[in-house]
């Protein structure tokens, strides 16, 4: 069955660190999107990606980013870690030919940053 | 300033009776709703959306009710169980001027709890 994974699961880093966190979806989806959850917060964008070679800047992109060489992969790395940066990340995939915007998350990635 | 929002971070209901989560939006642009369900250590699954030319979408136990003129959604669970005990997210969507795909804006979540 076609799905969306991310790795790891759980990761604990530290302050100033590079972190890379994966994804990787099997439908063939053009789009894309890397969200963060927080309390109080609900889901807020970080990048997305319409296709390979695109990469787009959301709303807490700062600190951030994202790069798409192939169809089923958008890593998100965090340039140097900050405590700020503890969150739980999803990352998303959306059939560009979706009337509906449905968007299909995977199963998230809890990152804190010590 | 947050357009998407869920004002009530928790609701608690009996098994049987009708939950109702509700979601308010300040971008009068929004031209599509969808819901959201969490659980614990899952990412969010999809579970019902409404098109702002309609006021109701029904799926089995779940409808979602939409007041455009109030800028007010609802998610109604009828009858409430308690495998429906999870967060629920209300989310928005606008189409873009350049055409290009739509992103969506979600509220903070609304964790239900079904009592057996």
């Known amino acids: 069955d076609a799905e969306i994974t991310q790795s790891p699961r759980h990761k604990i880093t530290e302050t100033g660190r590079q972190v890379t966190l994966a994804c990787h979806q099997t439908?063939?989806?053009?789009?894309m999107f890397w969200y963060r959850q927080d309390l109080g917060h609900g889901l807020r964008l970080i990048h997305y990606s319409y296709g390979v070679q695109d990469t787009n800047k959301g709303e807490v992109s700062d600190g951030y980013s994202v790069s798409r060489s192939n169809t089923e992969d958008l890593p998100l790395t965090l340039e140097s870690a900050a405590s700020s940066q503890t969150s739980v990340y999803f990352c998303?995939?959306?059939?560009?030919?979706?009337?509906?915007?449905?968007?299909?998350f995977g199963p998230g990635t809890r990152l804190t940053v010590l | 300033d947050q357009q998407v929002k869920q004002n009530s971070p928790s609701l608690s209901v009996q098994e049987g009776r009708i939950s109702i989560l509700n979601c308010d939006y300040t971008n009068s642009m929004f031209d599509y709703f969808l819901w959201y369900k969490k659980y614990p250590a899952e990412g969010p699954t999809f579970l019902i959306s409404?098109?702002?030319?309609?006021d109701k979408n029904e799926d089995g136990r779940f409808t979602v009710f939409l007041n455009k003129s109030a800028k007010h959604l609802s998610l109604h669970i009828v009858p409430s169980q308690p495998g429906d005990s999870a967060v629920y997210f209300c989310a928005a969507t606008v189409a873009s001027s350049s055409g290009s795909a739509r992103q969506l804006t979600f509220g903070s979540g609304t964790q239900l709890t079904v009592l057996p």
């Open positions: 998303a995939s959306r059939n560009s030919g979706d009337p509906t915007d449905t968007q299909y």
């Open positions: 439908w063939n989806h053009n789009n």
């Open positions: 409404i098109s702002s030319i309609k």
